[in-house]
């Protein structure tokens, strides 16, 4: 312990950046828990696409979209996503929504800003469409 202490006092940066990481992390497991967004994976999401008639909605550029997307998956435009602009959607706001992006990091912004809007069950697929993709599940093109 002596030693942990004489390292901490004598590298004080290497110190600094270990305690910040550790807090980051901390910090986003504490934010998932409590967030109203839940991430959801392949499997999940199949069952509440087929059980629940969830809507998907893909945030991702129009040619992403266009090379594959997942069946009946719908898109919002860029402008629309900026302004957080959810009008299309305003009827399903009682139905689960799954937002997907290409790797899962953006949708988890876009699920947020839906969940503020009123929208009651929201979640993110977890991985994304690359999670998708690797599970061979269908892309519709």
């Known amino acids: 312990m002596d030693q942990l202490i004489e390292f901490a006092s004598n590298n004080m940066l290497l110190a600094g950046i270990w305690a ?8 986003s497991y504490i934010s998932a828990w409590t ?4 991430e959801v994976n392949t499997h999940e999401a199949t069952l509440l696409i087929n059980k629940q008639d969830a809507i998907v909605l ?13 069946l009946s998956a719908r898109q919002l435009k860029p402008e629309e996503i900026r ?3 959810f009008k299309k959607l305003e009827k399903n706001k009682d139905k689960p929504i799954i937002v997907v992006c ?33 599970a061979s599940l269908p892309v519709s093109k």
């Not at 910040?20 to 910090?27: D, G, Q, T």
């Not at 967030?35 to 839940?38: D, E, H, L, N």
Request: net charge positive; hydrophobic share 45%.
């Open 35 to 38: 967030s109203p967004v839940k």
């Open 102 to 134: 290409a790797m899962g990091n953006s949708a988890r912004g876009i699920a947020s800003s839906m969940a503020k809007a009123g929208f009651s069950e929201v979640c993110v697929l977890k991985g994304g469409m690359n999670a998708w993709q690797s």
């Open 58 to 70: 893909d945030t991702r550029p129009q040619k992403d979209y266009k090379a594959g997307h997942i």
């Open 20 to 27: 910040a990481l550790v807090a980051m992390l901390i910090f």
């Open 83 to 85: 302004e957080k602009d």
